[in-house]
């Protein structure tokens, strides 16, 4: 896993459900199908409401129309970020579009040890709310080590709430990796 990660962000307003991360309707795809599972960043973050997201950048595709990939890197969330179903797919969709961390003030529980168990987004909470202090296309950068976000383009840093014990499962790629590496399984 890179220590630093920089990308374009994109931003989110509050209460963003699993249900806007992924539409149900999306759900049809076999995520074990390497054709079938990129459908899933095709659709990321596609049910967020414009007029809901309170941004004056809110009508911005996460992904682009027929593509599988998004420009974005680092997702920026209010309050109760993957609130809603239980389902996995919600951070898979969102790392198929080519999302690695997503920052919120909180997460969902469900959410947030999705995104660990499957490996699939590094979830950073926040002490203060960031989605009136980031837009959507600055150049950010998340340091690791120093659980940091540092936005280049308005030249300024915020300290994120520290990882702690969840690090060592996303360097090892996910919860099975984890265990297999600490000896918990053969």
Do not use: W
Request: charged letters at 25%; glycine letters at 10%; one cysteine or more.
């Amino acid at each position: 896993m890179e220590k630093t990660i920089r990308g374009k962000a994109f931003v989110v307003g509050n209460n963003i459900d699993t249900d806007q991360i992924i539409p149900a309707e999306h759900l049809v795809y076999n995520p074990s199908d390497p054709e079938e599972r990129k459908m899933f960043g095709r659709y990321a973050l596609c049910g967020v409401p414009p007029a809901d997201s309170g941004l004056p950048e809110g009508n911005i595709p996460f992904t682009r129309e027929n593509e599988y990939k998004s420009d974005y890197k680092i997702v920026i969330g209010g309050k109760n970020f993957g609130c809603g179903s239980s389902r996995e797919h919600a951070p898979l969709a969102m790392a198929e579009a080519g999302a690695t961390v997503v920052i919120a003030e909180f997460f969902a529980r469900i959410f947030f040890r999705n995104c660990i168990n499957g490996g699939y987004l590094v979830p950073y909470e926040t002490p203060e709310s960031l989605i009136e202090k980031v837009a959507t296309g600055d150049d950010v950068e998340v340091d690791l080590q120093q659980n940091r976000l540092i936005n280049h383009t308005r030249g300024t840093e915020t300290r994120l709430t520290p990882l702690g014990d969840v690090l060592p499962i996303l360097e090892a790629g996910n919860v099975f990796e984890y265990a297999r590496k600490a000896g918990m399984l053969e």
